[in-house]
Nanobody
């Protein structure tokens, strides 16, 4: 499974960005993780093929994950961005909701700064 992410960049605090990630095949669970400098990688959001979602508390109400199953693509709409959202964001995918992700894409850098 190959994952191709896009959409990172520089944005001012309070701004918005949309990340996209296309998978080479259909896969049950897709999601986004992030790793900030000096910190461990953490789950941002994930979504099942049925539409069930899961979010980190720090992004609830600001980020929205969605997917287009016909295109094997997952999106992360990020609104009201904060400097602490600055990180490398990784697309990930896997077959099972209750286990870790098996496939990882290259990261895309999101920088929130004025």
């Amino acid at each position: 499974v190959q994952l191709q992410a896009s959409g990172g960049g520089l944005v001012q605090p309070g701004g918005s960005l949309r990340l996209s990630c296309a998978a080479s095949v259909s896969i049950n669970v897709m999601g986004w993780y992030r790793q900030a400098p000096g910190k461990q990688r953490e789950l941002v959001a994930r979504i099942r093929s049925t539409g069930v979602t899961d979010y980190a508390d720090s992004v609830k109400g600001r980020f929205t994950i969605s997917r287009d199953n016909a295109k094997n693509t997952v999106y992360l709409q990020m609104n009201s961005l904060k400097p602490e959202d600055t990180a490398v964001y990784y697309c990930a995918a896997g077959s099972f909701w209750t286990s870790g992700m098996a496939y990882w894409g290259k990261g895309t850098l999101v920088t929130v700064s004025s």
